[in-house]
Structure formats: C-alpha cells, structure tokens
C-alpha cells in the first residue's frame, strides 16, 4: 500500500493557485485511474480516495487543514491506517524549481515549504519520497520585477499566468507518470 500526498489549501480562492498543485496532481490521478471521487474524513480532516495502480493499493491523500498544518492529516493517516514513512509519497509545489520541472528527492529537508516543514514536524522524520513540482516565477509572471525580489508566501498564492496554464496539462500529465517510480 502507498499512500500518496497532494499538498494545498482548501476552497475555491486557492483552486488554480501554484500552491495547489498537489491537489492538482491528485486530481488528475485520481481520474486517470478511475478512482472514486474523494470523500472528506472529517476526523482527519483529509479528503481520500482509494484504488489499484499496477496492482497496488493506492490511497490519494488531499489535506484539508492549509498548507502549514499539512502535517496533522499527514500524521493521522500515517497512524490510523497502518502506512509507514516508506510508503508515504507527498506531492507539492517548489518555489526554487523553474515552472514545471519536476525533482524526485527522499529525505530531505524542508527547503523552506512550510506544508512539508509541517509534515517532519508532526512525523519527526524528514525520511519519506517527495515530488515537487517547480513554480518558480518568471519576468513575465512576476510582473516585470525581477522574480529574485518576490517572496515565496505571497507567490505562491497566485494564479498560474495564461502561458502557463497552458503548458500545466503537460506538467500534470509528467508528474501522474513519475509516481510510478516509487511503486
């Protein structure tokens, strides 16, 4: 069994935002495979769906707690339902990566994301496989500032440009295929 980890915010303000493309990979997984819809776990506040890819039982896991306190579902389902750190794979965006390259990194620490400085946090344990997604700002999505003087937080909350947006389906589609790596 794995147990996959989209990260994000709940609601439709944060919908399209670049921190939610976890969720948005999750999503996609989901309907890729035939998933059922994701119910919410009020006691874990989690939104989870089940189902079998290449022949192993698959949770999707989308936190209904912010950003910053990803870690409280992260710890509840890593406790209720018998997953451990090794089959813990957290999906989220990475403001240090150029929009929508993807890295593959395992243990290793926060970079600064507050969702997976929330997750060691409640684990004790930086010991799990990671997929980030860049969304790093370009001149174009910035403004015309130069992307260095922006700060990550208020970033983040921002929509994908136009441009981009265009380019995510492709960017998505990649990161449903690179879970198959941890599997």
């Given amino acids: 069994m794995f147990l996959i980890v989209g990260l994000g915010n709940p609601g439709l303000k ?23 819809k994701f119910k919410l776990n009020k006691k874990a506040k989690v939104e989870v769906t089940k189902g079998e890819i290449n022949n192993k039982v698959i949770f999707l896991a ?17 406790k209720e339902s018998g997953f451990t750190e090794n089959s813990l794979i957290i999906v989220h965006d990475d403001f ?17 994301h507050h969702g997976i400085e929330s997750i060691i946090q409640s684990l004790g344990t930086k010991n799990f496989k ?3 997604i ?23 909350l921002k929509k994908f440009s136009k441009n981009e947006e265009s380019h995510l389906a ?14």
């Fill in 130 to 132: 990671r997929l980030k």
């Fill in 96 to 112: 240090d990566l150029p929009c929508g390259e993807i890295k593959i990194v395992e243990n290793s620490g926060s970079g600064g």
């Fill in 62 to 78: 989308k936190p209904q707690t912010y950003m910053n306190n990803s870690g409280q579902a992260v710890k509840f389902l890593l």
């Fill in 170 to 183: 492709e960017v998505i589609k990649n990161a449903t295929t690179q879970h198959a790596l941890f599997l």
């Fill in 14 to 36: 944060f919908k399209k935002t670049r921190h939610n493309i976890g969720f948005r990979v999750l999503d996609a997984l989901q309907k890729e495979n035939n998933f059922p």
């Fill in 134 to 156: 860049g969304v790093r700002p370009t001149i174009e999505t910035s403004g015309g500032a130069s992307p260095v003087n922006l700060k990550a937080e208020d970033f983040v």
